[in-house]
């Protein structure tokens, strides 16, 4: 199932690099110079690996 980056919550399970991780920390941006907000996602791998993802507001990712 897709759901667009501002819809994601803490908690929830996204794909990244073809691997699970889970969202740990969430952060939604004003408009800025690019035009659009910006999202920043901090997932957790299965490996507790951090990732820090930064993506627009309307970008989908795979969840679980």
Not at 2 to 23: E, N, S
Not at 43 to 62: C, G, L, Q, T
Request: aromatic share 4%; proline share 3%; glycine share 6%.
């Amino acid at each position: 199932m897709k759901k667009q980056a501002k819809d994601l919550k803490i908690g929830d399970k996204i794909k990244v690099a073809g691997k699970i991780a889970m969202i740990k920390e969430f952060e939604l941006s004003d408009i800025g110079k690019q035009g659009s907000k910006k999202c920043r996602i901090v997932a957790e791998m299965d490996n507790s690996e951090k990732v820090v993802i930064i993506r627009p507001d309307n970008y989908p990712f795979d969840t679980e």
